[in-house]
């Protein structure tokens, strides 16, 4: 019987009700063509028998020091579960550093998060359009925020396709991301891994590893570092092969779990923001953004196929400016520039967000009347850098946000780095006493 080629599917799981149909539909929309090696870190209570009742079948069990090895199999497929309890957990990268240590040599590899549904025949589909893309790129590597289902909703999916771009930086100084529709014949590049889907080569998870220091925020942007360096191009598929559940409103979360009275029970080692704060220092000194001595991070630092600055350029961001170049932030919301790449960085804006808080007593009319309000960022030579203006109905809708008491105005503010943003100055129109006077904050 000729060997069929293998797909190692890495599957983090959190105290997560979709790790069941999750993996069925996985392996039910498979064509057969693949043999699938499922990997599963299930952070939950224990409870097997949710599985059995699924239709799954418990193989083997055994024990470690850390954790129990459950081998399943439903239908024709394995699957390798490592079992243990969710105080244990170390966060989600931990988890999928788990799931690679399972990793046995196959020739392609796909993550995912445990709350997804399949096309028919995602296996041939994702791995027909990796291989059409090496002639265009050696090591591709297709990844994006897949589609949104609900469960119980299945017949309503998202049908549309989505490119990832740059939304801001964190106060923690990290790149944050969104997604951005579009219509192609062909996938196209971009330059953001998203954890929640990835689809490689099966070498990606020795190249690449899930780094298990990284706890949440900051993991796309740090792997896709690694990944550019190593030589990985990323390519968003222009079709769907997967959906993903997004709204987990009711979802049990690790920061609900390992919180500081958990620790204090002894329950946990670490809160989660403990880990999260460590977390977010080593993705930015990765990323050059800490005054820190070098770190060597080992198998999870970066390539040596591409450098720091290419990832820089060909994002069109500066890490340590926490500065932009006008197309990130503009209609087209551009993702990859491609070399050569000149002297981009003398066209950089900065990008920075704030909430000014403005409250009754800094205007002489009441706040539910005024009709207008114009706002301007300033640099220290008073140039004005930024403007926004608010409609009597967008201030209506603020007091009603904070009992009719003040206004919260969250600015998004993007600027050539020749300035500094210095002051915020607020003028207000009411129909009956015209212009006041000019409120002036720092910002």
């Known amino acids: 019987m000729e060997r069929k080629p293998a797909i190692f599917i890495s599957i983090a799981s959190y105290r997560d009700p979709e790790l069941i149909p999750t993996l069925r539909d996985l392996i039910e929309k498979a064509s057969g063509c693949y043999?699938?090696?499922?990997?599963?870190?299930?952070?939950?209570?224990?409870?097997?028998?949710?599985?059995?009742?699924?239709?799954?079948?418990?193989?083997?069990?055994?024990?470690?020091?850390?954790?129990?090895?459950?081998?399943?199999?439903?239908?024709?497929?394995e699957i390798q579960m490592i079992s243990l309890h969710y105080f244990f957990s170390k966060g989600?990268?931990?988890?999928?550093?788990?799931?690679?240590?399972?990793?046995?040599?196959?020739?392609?590899?796909?993550?995912?998060?445990?709350?997804?549904?399949?096309?028919?025949?995602?296996d041939r589909e994702m791995t027909a359009m990796l291989e059409e893309l090496k002639a265009q790129s050696r090591k591709p590597v297709l990844s994006s925020y897949p589609p949104g289902y609900v469960p119980g909703k299945e017949q309503e999916k998202t049908q549309a396709i989505f490119r990832l771009v740059f939304r801001g930086f964190s106060s923690d100084k990290i790149v944050q991301l969104t997604s951005v529709d579009f219509q192609q014949a062909a996938p196209v590049r971009g330059?953001?891994?998203?954890?929640?889907?990835?689809?490689?080569?099966?070498?990606?998870?020795?190249?690449?590893?899930?780094d298990p220091q990284i706890f949440f925020e900051g993991e796309e942007i740090a792997m896709a570092?690694?990944?550019?360096t190593h030589g990985y191009d990323v390519w968003h598929p222009h079709k769907i092969v997967l959906w993903h559940f997004y709204v987990r409103e009711e979802a049990s979360r690790i920061w609900g779990d390992h919180d500081d009275e958990a620790k204090n029970s002894g329950s946990v080692d670490r809160a989660w923001h403990e880990r999260d704060s460590l977390s977010k220092k080593r993705v930015r000194t990765l990323l050059g953004m800490e005054q820190a001595e070098p770190t060597d991070m080992g198998r999870y630092g970066l390539g040596?196929?591409?450098?720091?600055?290419?990832?820089?350029?060909?994002?069109?961001?500066?890490f340590t400016k926490l500065a932009v170049l006008p197309e990130v932030l503009g209609t087209e919301r551009v993702a990859w520039f491609p070399p050569p790449y000149g002297n981009w960085r003398e066209r950089l804006n900065s990008h920075?967000?704030?909430?000014?808080?403005?409250?009754?007593?800094?205007?002489?009319?009441?706040?539910?009347?005024?009709?207008?309000?114009?706002?301007?960022?300033?640099?220290?030579?008073?140039?004005?850098?930024?403007?926004?203006i608010l409609s009597g109905e967008d201030i209506k809708e603020c007091l009603?946000?904070?009992?009719?008491?003040?206004?919260?105005?969250?600015?998004?503010?993007?600027?050539?780095?020749?300035?500094?943003?210095?002051?915020i100055r607020f003028s207000a129109y009411d129909d009956s006493e015209g212009w006041s006077k000019v409120v002036e904050k720092a910002w």
């Open 35 to 77: 043999r699938l090696a499922v990997a599963v870190c299930w952070q939950d209570d224990g409870d097997r028998q949710r599985f059995q009742q699924a239709g799954m079948t418990l193989c083997s069990a055994e024990s470690t020091a850390e954790y129990d090895l459950l081998t399943w199999r439903y239908l024709e497929t």
């Open 92 to 122: 989600a990268c931990w988890a999928r550093n788990q799931c690679e240590t399972l990793y046995r040599e196959e020739e392609y590899v796909l993550q995912i998060d445990s709350h997804c549904r399949f096309v028919e025949g995602w």
């Open 191 to 210: 330059s953001y891994l998203a954890g929640g889907f990835i689809f490689a080569e099966g070498r990606f998870v020795k190249e690449v590893p899930n």
């Open 225 to 228: 570092a690694r990944a550019f």
């Open 304 to 318: 040596s196929r591409r450098t720091l600055a290419e990832f820089e350029a060909a994002l069109g961001i500066s």
């Open 352 to 388: 920075q967000q704030k909430t000014i808080g403005l409250t009754q007593e800094e205007f002489p009319s009441p706040l539910a009347d005024i009709t207008c309000l114009h706002i301007g960022v300033y640099s220290n030579a008073n140039n004005l850098i930024y403007k926004k």
């Open 400 to 423: 009603a946000e904070h009992n009719g008491e003040e206004i919260a105005i969250a600015l998004d503010v993007a600027f050539s780095i020749m300035f500094t943003p210095a002051a």
